[in-house]
Structures are given as C-alpha cells and as structure tokens.
C-alpha cells in the first residue's frame, strides 16, 4: 500500500493551493480518506476527511469554510482544495487511509503518505 501526497508549495496568506494524494496497492473505494498537518513539536492534528464515496466530509473547525475535500475513486485520487490560507496553515500535510470508515483520530488509519510542506508566508 502506498500513498503519495503532493502540492504543497509556498503560498502567500489569502492564496490558495490545492493538495492531491495519489494511492496505489489498495481497493481505493474501501477506504476513507483523511487529511492531517503536523507542526514540529505538536501532535498530528485532524484536517479533513471524506467516505469512501464522498457522500460525507469532516472538517475541523480551524478550516471549515476555506478547505475543500473530494476524492475521484476513478482515479484513486483524494484532493485538498485550500483557499484564504493563513499563517497557522502553515505545515506538513499528510493523507491517510482508513478501512471503512473516516474518522477524526489519525491513530484510527491504516496508512500514510510521506507529507508534503505548505507554507504560508509574505
């Protein structure tokens, strides 16, 4: 199982940029999707997540409103669209897949992408 984020980038506040996980080696529609950040020295901190067919998404409250999730089961794809970005976006931005379900604790998921680094900065 393998799962590979990118599109993060340098982005100034009020920009936007628009996140893609790619998974492979998996029934990708078996799985929620989640996206998680993490800032050196805090924990992993719960983003967004969407069923296995996008019928249902999750956002924290920190971005909800600015941040979009969709998947293309099609193309065993999950997307972060984030728009008005703010300095505390400011991390690394991990997807994970969890059998079944979608849920807000990452220990609840099976696997992860390596991360890919957005920051927000003038």
């Known amino acids: 199982v393998q799962l590979q984020a990118f599109g993060g980038g340098l982005v100034q506040p009020g920009g936007s940029l628009r996140l893609s996980c790619v998974a492979s080696?998996?029934?990708?529609?078996?799985?929620?999707m989640g996206w998680f950040r993490r800032v050196p020295g805090k924990e992993r901190e719960f983003v967004s997540a969407v069923t296995w067919s996008g019928s249902s998404t999750y956002y924290a409250d920190s971005v909800k409103g600015r941040f979009a999730i969709s998947r293309d089961n099609a193309k065993n794809m999950v997307y972060l669209q984030m728009n008005s970005l703010k300095f505390e976006d400011t991390a690394v931005y991990y997807c994970g897949a969890q059998k079944g379900l979608a849920t807000r604790g990452w220990e609840d998921y099976d696997c992860w992408g390596q991360g890919t680094q957005v920051t927000v900065s003038s």
């Open positions: 080696g998996l029934s990708f529609s078996d799985y929620g």
